[in-house]
């Protein structure tokens, strides 16, 4: 059986040495790649009347952009690396939400980079990468 | 919605007009609208003959307890499923970035819970006693059946368009609802609804807030000009609805929440460093529930007062919910109800009660010690240092906490603002429903919106403001008349939902 990775992506410079770290190992291991990238959302949060009315619009636009700006670009690129990829886009807690996509592929390791915020900036807003290593079903991976 | 409140304590603290010469501007328009108008205010505030009951209120009463009994208590029998809605518990997960219920609840309690919470609550215990709070949530609990009857008809009959937006609420269910069960007449109700809830919107849902919370706050900071309070508001306000800077919105938002929250914490406080008065105060609610304690009107007063307070204090049977509630996502419009119907729950029930609880607990109004009935001096109950209403609500609280007053002023400043952006946008939709949708008849319609903000806040025209409320339960009357064709599609979704739901065919997702 194959490894699956889960890698966490949203575009920026961290994220793609995650990607790459992916591909290489998957690339070693015979495995595959599973791109993901989480828009942030709580269903919790509040909404002006205005925004709750164009939300439906909003989310069509934001699920096209994501797709097609960063996560097709990421896809192509692992495949050109000959490496087996799917990719996901979703709405939720960030790493919630990975730990959950996880699951349901049945992935083995998941991979993410880190943004190098301050201890004080982690402290106050969280980090993605702090909270993930927390409740990660399976090993998880913070490429610098 | 606080028709009464302009004889409470904000009132009597409204600055007197700047200048003889606006005084005299103010007089004219008054005079004019007060002899165009005068009928309508007349014939929506009409007396119940041989009593002093607003006929209007019992029509809000009767059919909140009509809707009550045709949906067997369906705000009682679907309670705790509403709860589990709004938790998210049934909402599938590929379906997240969608309004949520949570959101749709949340935008539309802030247009409901306001001054009324604070102040009204106080002009209503004030008049007609502790008996009063009883009736209130009576019709509280009732007037949850009337929204959820309103919020399913609003989710089920809305328009879709193409780029994915939404528009719902009233207009549309009379105009769709009406044709589809063969019945004449819905296109007009839909326009009466419409322009009474610009109406409304203008009034009641603006130059009123902005002319209270101008109140409230020269109460805090001593008088200044209401040109101030006014521009400052109109210009915020504008930035939100015409601005499209929605990140303000979404602060105040935040923060009415939170407030409310924040009240009814301190309120629950205040309770529990009473806590062994808190036998007495139900006791003294019952008593002056079934006797009225002396009270003007004796027990009807108390119903009047109780009945009034809740019927415009949730809005329930007015319609704007519906219009706030059509935008969330479901496949069940009847979902929406249940999460609706738990907002005259939470305005009404718990945040107009914890105010009257207060007043009572610490002992604001004075009880004769021989009769144990209250003392009235000019048909009001007697207070400690002669309040009354929102003076009444800050003296109950900064008998506990000095900084209480200070604190109450803000939360009026921002329920005023919240209510405001909500009655914006209901008064937008109405007037999209009669003029088209289009950039420029929206930004009429904004400008003149924001333009009456600060006439609200700077001036007291009566007449004005008086017709504007009387608009805003002309919306009620049309509104009713629909859901009362209506309620029968309402039942088949209910029936075919539960049904449903017990088969297991609505699955739990969490």
Redesign the interface.
């Known amino acids: 059986m194959s490894v699956k990775f889960v890698v966490g992506f949203d575009g920026s410079a961290a994220s793609q040495n995650a990607l790459d770290f992916a591909i290489a190992r998957a690339k070693a291991q015979g495995g595959r790649v599973v791109v993901a990238h989480v ?1 942030e ?1 709580s ?18 636009q ?2 096209a952009r994501a797709e097609e700006m960063i996560l097709l670009p990421a896809v192509q690129k692992a495949t050109d690396a000959g490496v087996e990829t799917a990719g996901v886009v ?3 807690h960030i790493a919630q939400t990975l730990c ?1 996509i996880c699951k349901e592929e049945g992935a083995h390791q998941i991979v993410v980079g880190r943004h190098g915020h301050s201890e004080m900036a982690s402290r106050v807003f969280g980090s993605v990468a702090g909270s993930l290593v927390q409740v990660a079903p399976v090993p998880c991976t913070v490429v610098p | 919605m606080l028709k009464f409140m302009k004889y409470s304590g904000i009132a009597a603290l409204l600055p007197l007009a700047n200048a003889a010469q606006a005084q005299s501007l103010e007089q004219a328009v008054n005079d004019v609208f007060a002899s165009s108008t005068g009928w309508f205010v007349s014939l929506i505030f009409a007396t119940l003959p041989g009593t002093n009951f607003p006929w209007i209120v019992m029509w809000l009463v009767v059919a909140a307890a009509v809707f009550s009994l045709y949906f067997a208590f369906v705000q009682f029998r679907n309670f705790r499923h509403a709860i589990a809605l709004v938790r ?1 518990d049934y ?1 599938d ?1 590929n379906d ?5 219920h ?3 609840l ?2 539309a309690l ?2 409901t819970v306001g001054l009324g919470n604070i102040a009204g609550v106080a002009v209503a215990v004030g008049i007609g006693g502790a008996g009063a709070t009883f009736w209130m949530i009576l019709a509280g609990l009732l007037g949850m059946a009337t929204k959820f009857t309103e919020c399913t008809l609003g989710v089920k009959y809305r328009n879709e368009y193409e ?5 719902g609420g009233p207009m549309y269910y009379l105009t769709k609802g009406f044709a589809e069960r063969g019945l004449p007449g819905g296109k007009i109700l839909a326009v009466l609804f419409a322009v009474f809830c610009i109406l409304g919107s203008f009034g009641g849902g603006n130059m009123f807030q902005a002319n209270q919370a101008h109140g409230a706050l020269v109460g805090v900071m001593g008088d200044f000009s209401g040109l101030i309070t006014g521009v400052v508001f109109a210009a915020v306000v504008f930035l ?2 015409a601005g499209g800077v ?1 990140s303000i ?2 602060v105040t ?2 923060i009415v ?1 939170f407030m409310a929250v924040l009240y009814v914490g301190t309120a629950l406080i205040i309770i529990l460093m009473n806590i062994d008065m808190i036998g007495w105060a139900f006791g003294q609610i019952f008593a002056g529930a079934f006797t009225g304690l002396g009270v003007a009107g004796g027990v009807v007063g108390a119903l009047i007062q109780g009945f009034k307070r809740a019927a415009f204090s949730n809005e329930a049977g007015v319609g704007s919910a519906a219009i ?1 509630h059509s ?3 479901t496949n069940e419009p009847i979902t929406e109800g249940f999460v609706s119907l738990l907002e005259p729950f939470i305005d009404t029930v718990v945040i107009c009660t914890m105010t009257a609880l207060v007043i009572i607990i610490t002992q604001q109004m004075i009880v004769d010690p021989t009769t144990g009935n209250y003392m009235i001096e000019g048909g009001k109950i007697a207070t400690v240092g002669g309040t009354s209403g929102v003076a009444l609500t800050q003296a109950a609280f900064g008998s506990a906490f000095g900084f209480a007053p200070t604190i109450l002023a803000i939360a009026v400043v921002l329920f005023a603002f919240s209510t405001m ?2 009655w914006s ?1 209901y008064g937008l939709k109405a007037w999209t429903f009669l003029f088209g949708e289009g950039r420029t008849t929206e930004l009429v319609f904004k400008t003149l919106f924001c333009l009456l903000i600060i006439v609200g806040s700077a001036s007291s025209l009566g007449p004005v403001i008086d017709f504007s409320d009387a608009a805003l339960f002309a919306m009620a009357v049309v509104n009713i008349i629909g859901l009362y064709f209506l309620m029968p599609i309402v039942k088949r979704e209910l029936d075919s939902y539960v049904s449903r739901l017990k088969s297991g065919q609505i699955k739990k997702f969490n």
Not at chain 2, 163 to 167: F, L, P
């Open positions: 828009l959302w269903p919790y949060s509040f909404l002006t009347p205005q925004e709750i009315e164009e939300r439906h619009g909003r989310r069509s934001e699920l979703r709405y939720g959950k | 998210g909402s997960p997240a970035g969608e309004v949520s949570f959101q749709a949340a935008t802030s247009g780029d994915g937006t939404v528009s939100v609805i929605q919105a979404r938002e935040k929440p706030a935008a969330v996502r952006i909500s946008y």
